[in-house]
């Protein structure tokens, strides 16, 4: 995608657009810019500008506002200026715009899929350049593949390797046993019980995860996607005590779970082609995913008094997704030190950690739970 220059805050010095040092820029000053820099300008960062002046009675613009916009850094102060515009990018959508190209028109897909404001979308359209990619989803993506036909070629196979004695003897899954190995409760994501379980999680963690990461960075969707993980095995190390883990469903629900309640809280603004069948059949994946979850839980262990491993890590994965995930998700433009619900949300969940911890160390041996033998 061919951008236009990006104006750095050196190039907009604050003695030449305002003198005054009063913290705005008058009307004169940002017609001469405009005149000076308007052909620079991509068209929708030119509208972003028109409704920020549009926004101040007397005309002018928050000298701030004006160096991060034209920097393309993005606030709150943004939205707000621009919502109480009174021209408020009345333009033609993004939809609407013709000769595009391939990658373009998968960027606009994506933006449509993710974002339910306009003016976001716009802004994310103009702005994304495909570097970074989404590495992180494609990576953990990639590693969890390779794992499992490493896995299907030792144990001989495929289907159902959870029935395999040799299953549980990589230190990869979670093991009660073996709680004190804190990778464990990480690395269980790299196995899984089969191919069919392998094949739901990857398909819901490329479908939602790519574009998410396309959208909002590696580094927010790698934290949800890990808390997920970590939450999915101390609930199990909580509720489930005796059960093994395996399989990625804890970051994959948290993913999914927090990209469908912000469809949901933003269904008006949503305009994903045919989002109600979308939801629908992310919802059926998940159910299905989780039934099969539940079923091998309670079907007859293959290595007793070994359970099958616990479904709970699904449970543990939705409920960060519907917390921490909605946050994160919600305001992709707005840095997460400066979300205060964030803070929150993060905080809870750090105390859940906390608890869950001290819960590993003491509570085995107070409740005198019968551990299953080490794998």
């Known amino acids: 995608m061919t951008k236009c220059p990006r104006l750095k805050p050196a190039d907009l010095p604050q003695e030449k657009y305002d003198p005054d040092n009063s913290g705005f820029i ?7 810019l405009l005149e000076a820099h308007g052909s620079e300008l991509d068209p929708h960062k030119l509208e972003v500008l028109l409704a920020l002046a549009d926004g101040n009675a007397d005309g002018k613009i928050c000298y701030q506002d004006f160096v991060n916009l034209m920097s393309n850094k993005r606030s709150n102060s943004f939205r707000r200026a621009i919502l109480q515009g009174s021209r408020q990018l009345k333009g033609c959508s993004l939809n609407d715009e013709v000769g595009l190209g391939l990658s373009q028109r998968l960027v606009r897909h994506v933006a449509y899929e993710t974002l339910p404001r306009e003016v976001d979308r716009k802004w994310y ?8 990619p989404p590495w992180f989803i494609l990576a953990i993506t990639i590693a969890e593949v390779a794992v499992f036909i490493y896995y299907g070629f030792k ?17 990869l899954p979670y093991h009660p046993q073996l709680r004190t190995q804190a990778w464990r409760y990480f690395s269980y994501i790299f196995m899984h019980t089969g191919i069919e379980h392998l094949s739901l999680n990857m398909a819901m963690q490329l479908l939602v995860g790519v574009p998410l990461e396309m959208v909002h960075g590696a580094l927010r969707i790698g934290l949800v996607y890990w808390c997920g993980v970590l ?32 469809v949901v809280m933003n269904w008006s603004g949503m305009k994903c082609q045919f989002k109600l069948f ?4 992310a919802l059926v994946c998940m159910s299905v995913e989780f ?5 091998l839980r309670f079907y007859p262990p293959a290595f007793p008094p070994c359970p099958n491993p616990s479904f709970v890590a699904h449970l543990g994965g939705v409920l960060v997704g519907l917390t921490l995930g909605v946050v994160v998700l919600q305001n992709y433009e707005q840095r997460l030190q400066e979300q205060s619900l964030f803070w929150i949300f993060f905080c809870v969940y750090t105390l859940f950690v906390l ?21």
């Open 278 to 281: 979308r939801m629908a059949m």
């Open 291 to 295: 039934g099969r979850a539940v079923w």
């Open 355 to 375: 608890c869950a911890v001290f819960w590993n160390i003491f509570a085995y041996s107070l409740l005198d739970v019968r551990m299953p033998p080490v794998p």
């Open 26 to 32: 008058s009307t004169e000053r940002f017609k001469d």
């Open 231 to 262: 939450a999915g095995s101390l609930a199990v190390s909580v509720t489930d005590m005796t059960a093994p883990v395996v399989g990625s469903s804890g970051g994959v629900y948290a993913l999914v779970s927090a990209h469908l309640a912000n």
């Open 125 to 132: 359209f103009d702005s994304y350049t495909y570097c970074p």
């Open 155 to 171: 144990l001989d196979r495929l289907v159902l390797q959870v029935s395999s004695p040799s299953f549980l003897k990589s230190p």
